[in-house]
């Protein structure tokens, strides 16, 4: 065997070696790890009103989608504008008018009804494009997670909500928590697209107070951190506030209505939940 031939192999297969066992540079040897992410629902702020003849299309639309994706939609149906107010020769609000729907209604701006707003991006949108949407926004993942626990004393009517807020690692979230009453199953007016009005037109989803105020409160969590936040509503006195706005408000139902809970930003909504005021109740 030609000993040079030996030499140049040994040497080759040193110098492999010693390049096998070289240690790499610190950015070649991490592996990067998205953040952990769960699962984002999508609001819907439906802004309606019983005398807008086309507002039970987007009602309609709102049941379809719920049907087709579960409680990852959560619909609010804020009766709001002149068509829930003060329409032509009406000389109080209809019953589910609130003062807070026609503050959101005036801050989105609403041109005309039905409209509804996509987890609070991209302004006020027909009910015909809600579904692409509400389709593209769950293609997008949160980085917050949300428990809500309600407990409920139907004696002294008072309702204690404890919301658990989750960042996930490697997130941090800044924003407002929004907590809202919503109820089910009102059976009142409507106007309907043919012209007719329906007495006993069953209203879901209704909006029917806030919790913590109307724009919600702060909240900020550092990567993988948990805050609870603890709050009381006596749903009697509420209701007396209400009537003093709307004087044919109806009255609160317990087992027919949720809790709405949703963190959102200037981007946004983070991430949004409903929860039943009774968790047992049959809806």
Same mark, same amino acid.
């Given at each position: 065997m030609n000993f040079n031939i030996l030499k140049i192999t040994a040497i080759a297969a040193f110098a492999l070696a010693a390049v096998a066992c070289d240690e790499k540079d610190t950015d070649e040897r991490l592996t990067y790890v998205p953040p952990v992410t769960v699962e984002r629902g999508v609001l819907i702020e439906d802004f309606t009103g019983q005398a807008c003849i086309n507002?039970?299309?987007?009602?309609?639309?709102?049941h379809e989608l719920q049907q087709h994706y579960g409680n990852k939609v959560v619909a609010v149906g804020l009766h709001s504008g002149r068509f829930a107010k003060l329409p032509p020769l009406r000389k109080r609000p209809y019953p589910l008018w609130?003062?807070?729907?026609?503050?959101?209604?005036?801050?989105?701006?609403?041109?005309?009804?039905?409209?509804?707003?996509?987890?609070?991006?991209?302004?006020?949108?027909?009910?015909?494009?809600?579904?692409?949407?509400?389709?593209?926004?769950?293609?997008n993942k949160s980085n917050l997670a949300i428990d809500v626990t309600?407990?409920?004393?139907?004696?002294?009517?008072?309702?204690?909500? $404890?919301?658990?807020?989750?960042?996930?690692?490697?997130?941090? &979230?800044?924003?407002?928590? *929004?907590?809202? %009453? /919503?109820?089910?199953?009102?059976?009142?007016?409507?106007?309907?697209?043919?012209?007719?009005v329906d007495e006993e037109y069953t209203h879901n989803h209704v909006f029917r107070c806030n919790v913590n105020g109307t724009w919600g409160e702060d909240v900020t969590l550092a990567s993988s951190e948990t805050k609870t936040i603890e709050k009381s509503i006596d749903l009697t006195q509420k209701l007396s506030e209400l009537r003093q706005d709307n004087a044919d408000a109806p009255d609160f139902v317990a087992e027919k209505? $949720?809790?709405?809970?949703?963190?959102?930003?200037?981007?946004? &909504?983070?991430?949004?939940? *409903?929860?039943? %005021? /009774?968790?047992?109740?049959?809806?």
């Open positions: 507002c039970p299309y987007a009602t309609d639309e709102i609130t003062a807070d729907g026609d503050t959101y209604y005036n801050f989105w701006n609403i041109s005309s009804q039905p409209k509804g707003v996509i987890n609070r991006t991209g302004g006020e949108q027909l009910y015909q494009a809600w579904s692409s949407l509400v389709e593209q926004s769950l293609q309600n407990t409920y004393d139907a004696a002294t009517s008072t309702l204690k909500i $404890s919301t658990k807020l989750t960042a996930m690692p490697e997130s941090t &979230v800044e924003g407002k928590l *929004q907590l809202w %009453l /919503i109820q089910d199953g009102i059976t009142s007016v409507q106007y309907l697209p043919d012209g007719t209505m $949720s809790v709405v809970a949703f963190v959102y930003n200037s981007y946004g &909504v983070v991430n949004v939940v *409903q929860v039943p %005021l /009774i968790p047992t109740a049959n809806k």
